[in-house]
């Protein structure tokens, strides 16, 4: 969550001037969509993935107030690449269908939405396919164009389960519910090292690196986050790994990632966040599975839980008899 997926890659429209005393004490977010004509979601976009920059640091937060004289840089995508084409191509694996939203098991090679790097066969497009009536979140400014009834996300080499508002009050409730934290997630994952205490928490605000804006990082000046974890199995072949279970309370871009690597303890071949190669998986195949999901019914209240088994790329890491 957020939970995220990988970074967009710019290839858009650039923004580049010293701020004027006229725009002294603006927000950072209100400047970019006055100067260029575009969308406040548009503006927060870039300052999510780590592509403005003032006085050549980062911008984290899209209040930030601009001052006379500073140098402000700003990465739009480009307006073409907002427009979603459905694909009926792309695999859409439906655990739940229900009127106003549906649950996806997302395969670990699939990216959620369009983005510069990678623009077509995503899961939204398939879902655009397989379900029209998406497009109205969007025409009706619920949803972002490219990525209609999406709430939350999960990293390309994440797999596991997504839902995904199909109606406009599916989509008010479960964003809703996400907002205030109302949505139990829960993951499972293979981590370097022998994890000594049975469980924790890992509490740390996350924000853009300053180091590699395409990455997270732990910032004192980020957003709050917290990660409960427990030992499911301690594992000594081929290395010492640990397989956790994980509930997020939070749902910030690369969270389990970077807390996980934070207290030593990467997800396995997380090339991005301290982890080595492990030949067992696929290149970009992290051990991360979203396993289950629960949350409140928009129109009944009641709970829906899902849960989806770990793939088998996965398990065949895994000694048999563990139980998950």
Do not use: C, W
Request: proline share 4%.
């Amino acid at each position: 969550m957020s939970d995220i997926n990988e970074p967009d890659l710019f290839d858009g429209e650039s923004l580049e001037l010293v701020v004027p005393a006229t725009l002294d004490g603006m927000r950072v977010d209100r400047v970019i969509s006055m100067l260029t004509g575009r969308s406040r979601a548009e503006a927060v976009e870039a300052i999510e993935h780590g592509r403005v920059r003032v006085n050549d640091k980062v911008v984290t937060k899209a209040s930030q107030q601009l001052a006379s004289d500073q140098r402000l840089v700003a990465q739009l995508r480009a307006a073409t690449d907002v427009a979603l084409l459905a694909d009926a191509s792309v695999e859409v694996d439906v655990v739940v269908e229900d009127e106003d939203f549906v649950v996806v098991n997302k395969t670990p090679h699939q990216v959620v939405h369009p983005g510069a790097g990678q623009r077509a066969g995503t899961l939204a497009a398939g879902l655009l396919a397989r379900y029209p009536e998406l497009r109205q979140l969007a025409e009706l400014g619920l949803s972002e164009a490219d990525r209609p009834g999406i709430v939350h996300r999960l990293d390309k080499g994440t797999s596991g389960l997504l839902v995904v508002a199909r109606t406009p009050e599916g989509l008010e409730s479960l964003a809703g519910q996400m907002t205030r934290r109302e949505v139990t997630r829960r993951y499972l994952a293979l981590v370097r090292g022998r994890v000594t205490e049975e469980r924790g928490i890992v509490d740390a605000p996350i924000g853009r690196s300053t180091r590699n804006p395409t990455q997270m990082a732990i910032r004192s000046d980020g957003r709050s986050a917290r990660t409960h974890y427990e030992v499911t199995e301690r594992l000594s072949e081929p290395y010492d790994s640990t397989l956790l279970g994980l509930r997020l309370e939070t749902g910030r871009t690369h969270q389990i990632r970077v807390h996980l690597s934070s207290i030593g303890h990467p997800v396995v071949n997380d090339l991005r966040y301290g982890h080595h190669r492990d030949e067992r998986l696929d290149e970009y195949r992290l051990f991360l599975h979203a396993a289950s999901l629960s949350f409140r019914h928009p129109r009944t209240d009641e709970i829906v839980v899902v849960s989806a088994l770990l793939p088998d790329d996965l398990r065949r890491l895994l000694p048999e008899g563990i139980e998950l």
